[in-house]
């Protein structure tokens, strides 16, 4: 069965359907982040979350994870060089009111941009373009006599050190050190020959660098571990470990998002509800192995059905699912196609079958209303003769 990937929703994972035949995962089938994702990932349709990577989610994990404090870093940041712009002399070029409001309005928009861009590469670009704009507007700002005095270094590494723990990547990590490096170290204003406080300013500010590249990488050791933690949370909170599907929990946080703008023109949606027929029967002739055997067999087949679709255990020898093509005769043949499928298993206690209940999605109607409907339209099914489809009034 293929993964399901629930990258990080909002306060809990999404939904991806399953997309090849029953196995076991490789890797974890549930994604969970404790903390707000864009809306961009709910908003994309099952078949594009389902093409998500293990890198695409941690990645989205990640940038989940920093953009609130790398927001308020840059926040914080433009609020102290618009202070230290007010009470410290600056060059004439920029001691007007208006150079030093355009360079802090430029800081404020990639900020801003930071907060609100929905990418990971946007959200590194943001991060990238503001520690060399910030690195530029200081040297602009201690140009003159400060640019040339050995404290300079001391202001560079700390910023090495602020920014390195908020980096994502070795590549991004490398980037703004050297930019921060280059354009804060005074070069012009090294003596050819240092003496001893200068040498061991010099020595201080090469390991405080070195920190700097320690603490990014501890930084990122703990977001991939938390990461892999929160996964495993997942799989124990939102999948069914029988099957291997959503559980109930998972598709009563994730059907509303589903159900949102149905019906449409061009779209008709519809929940099912499916019992196996018999079910205590096979478990009482020949035991729980069996029953589980053909439960999972026929997720199997729930799974391999179509793309379109949410897919749960609803619990016990009941499955529900969520489908939406463009048309109810389409619903009509989806339900048709699943019970004719279960049909055609074959399992060393004999065949299965299953009856279905089904209800139309209507306009302004509640889930719980709509699985209420669905399931009357099963006990409709088990009352007309079992494995068959029954659609709700």
């Not at 027929?277 to 096979?282: E, H, L, N, S």
Request: glycine letters at 6%; charged letters at 15%; proline letters at 6%.
């Amino acid at each position: 069965m293929a993964n399901i990937k629930v990258p990080d929703g909002i306060d809990a994972p999404v939904f991806l359907p399953w997309t090849s035949s029953r196995q076991a995962p490789t890797g974890p089938y549930l994604t969970f982040v404790s903390v707000g994702m864009p809306d961009r990932i709910l908003a994309l349709p099952p078949s594009q979350r389902a093409a998500l990577s293990d890198a695409d989610r941690f990645q989205a994990y990640s940038t989940a994870i920093l953009r609130p404090h790398v927001v308020a870093m840059m926040v914080l940041s433009i609020i102290g060089l618009g202070v230290f712009a007010t009470v410290f002399p600056q060059p004439a070029a920029i001691d007007a009111m208006l150079p030093r409001m355009t360079i802090l309005s430029a800081l404020a928009l990639v900020a801003y941009v930071c907060a609100r861009t929905p990418s990971y590469r946007g959200f590194v670009a943001c991060k990238v373009v503001y520690v060399t704009a910030y690195s530029l507007a200081l040297r602009a700002y201690l140009s003159g006599e400060l640019a040339h005095d050995l404290w300079n270094l001391a202001l560079c590494c700390t910023m090495l050190v602020v920014i390195a723990p908020l980096m994502q990547t070795r590549r991004e990590c490398a980037f703004n050190m050297a930019a921060v490096w280059l354009i804060l170290t005074p070069i012009d204003g090294m003596p050819e020959t240092a003496t001893g406080t200068e040498a061991g300013i010099l020595v201080i500010s090469a390991s405080v660098m070195v920190c700097g590249i320690l603490s990014y990488r501890a930084s990122a050791a703990q977001r991939a571990q938390t990461f892999q933690r929160a996964e495993q949370l997942a799989n124990f909170a939102f999948a069914d470990p029988l099957t291997l599907l959503p559980n109930r929990r998972a598709f009563l946080m994730h059907a509303p998002e589903f159900l949102r703008g149905l019906p449409r023109p061009g779209m008709a949606a519809a929940v099912m509800m499916l019992d196996v027929d018999d079910f205590k029967q096979v478990n009482d002739t020949f035991g729980h192995d069996a029953g589980d055997q053909a439960l999972c067999a026929i997720a199997s087949v729930l799974a391999d059905l179509g793309k379109d679709q949410l897919v749960a255990r609803w619990g016990g020898e009941e499955f529900v699912v969520l489908a939406r093509t463009d048309s109810t005769a389409g619903l009509n043949w989806f339900a048709e196609q699943v019970r004719r499928s279960v049909n055609t298993l074959r399992l060393p206690h004999g065949p299965l079958s299953v009856s279905i209940g089904m209800a139309d999605v209507t306009p302004g109607e509640s889930l719980s209303d709509l699985l209420i409907r669905a399931d009357k339209a099963l006990y409709t099914a088990k009352h007309q003769g079992k494995n068959r489809v029954a659609r709700a009034a």
